[in-house]
């Protein structure tokens, strides 16, 4: 696969990061992306560039949860 080549979940995964500008984990799976890590590390090795941040975020129950990734796109 070339570098330049995306899937079609990459595709949509880079498409949500863009219209919200950041987001953590939980939002990412509630969008369907089961392991964002790995989608986060495919896409990089590509050549795209994020950032990663650890913040607390709220769970699906309401509970907070300390540590949480935030990822954000910035391009290539």
Not at 27 to 48: T, V
């Amino acid at each position: 696969m070339s570098k330049n080549t995306f899937s079609t979940a990459e595709k949509l995964f880079l498409r949500e990061l863009e219209r919200h500008g950041t987001l953590n984990t939980f939002q990412l799976r509630d969008l369907g992306f089961m392991n964002p890590s790995k989608m986060i590390f495919d896409l990089k090795a590509k050549g795209l560039t994020f950032t990663t941040t650890q913040k607390t975020a709220i769970g699906n129950t309401g509970r907070f949860h300390p540590r949480i990734a935030h990822y954000s796109f910035w391009g290539q």
